[in-house]
């Protein structure tokens, strides 16, 4: 069974999903919150084996949600699932450290597939620009240059702390101001 915590600010969403995935084989919703630290709160007491998460949500917003999650001892995968362009979050969302990211807009099959492959340790993100990615670069500071190739890469953040000689904690501060720079503008008018 994969166990899946919903967390969307959204009440209809998050019945809406949680009444899907409750008839879809193999999937067990474990939950559904409305903000981050609701989510980081469930997400250490039940463990779910994959957290599908909203960008906009009160509060810290879905990638620092994500990034913080990288913290637990075992740490849920992670899909992002948002209203905003896949490719809009497509490289804040790996630095964050998700698994992939998915539009609202998705058909139910292809929000299932993509969480069953979360699940099996595979990534779901669409295709990265080179355009994109230099854009990001554009907006980071140089000495993060590197932590982005590396993340892009899907370097785990021990190993990238090791390749640069920085306390995990130092990095972890980098990245969440990567995240930051990165990070769509939240649109009041949008849907998330």
């Given at each position: 069974m994969i166990r899946v915590l919903i967390v969307d600010d959204h009440p209809?969403?998050?019945?809406?999903?949680?009444?899907?995935?409750?008839?879809?084989?193999?999937?067990?919703?474990?939950?559904?919150?409305s903000d981050a630290d609701d989510a980081l709160e469930h997400a250490a007491s039940i463990r779910p084996d994959v957290m599908l998460v909203d960008y906009r949500l009160p509060g810290d917003n879905g990638l620092v949600l994500?990034?913080?999650?990288?913290?637990?001892?075992?740490?849920?995968?992670?899909?992002?699932?948002?209203?905003?362009?896949?490719?809009?979050?497509?490289?804040?969302?790996?630095?964050?450290?998700a698994d992939g990211v998915v539009s609202?807009?998705?058909?139910?099959?292809?929000?299932?597939?993509?969480?069953?492959?979360?699940?099996?340790?595979?990534?779901?993100?669409?295709?990265?620009?080179?355009?994109?990615?230099?854009?990001?670069?554009?907006?980071?500071?140089?000495?993060?240059?590197?932590?982005?190739?590396?993340?892009?890469?899907?370097?785990?953040i021990g190993e990238i702390a090791s390749t640069l000689g920085v306390e995990p904690r130092t990095l972890n501060d980098r990245l969440r101001a990567m995240i930051t720079r990165l990070a769509p503008p939240v649109r009041e008018s949008a849907p998330s």
């Open positions: 209809a969403l998050r019945t809406g999903v949680w009444s899907m995935l409750r008839v879809e084989p193999g999937f067990q919703p474990a939950g559904a919150v994500c990034h913080r999650l990288q913290e637990l001892e075992h740490a849920p995968h992670v899909l992002m699932y948002s209203a905003y362009p896949e490719a809009e979050l497509a490289v804040p969302a790996l630095i964050a450290g609202k807009a998705t058909a139910p099959d292809v929000l299932v597939d993509a969480i069953r492959r979360v699940a099996r340790g595979r990534t779901v993100f669409p295709a990265i620009a080179a355009e994109r990615l230099q854009a990001s670069a554009a907006r980071l500071n140089p000495e993060d240059f590197a932590i982005l190739g590396m993340r892009v890469d899907r370097t785990p």
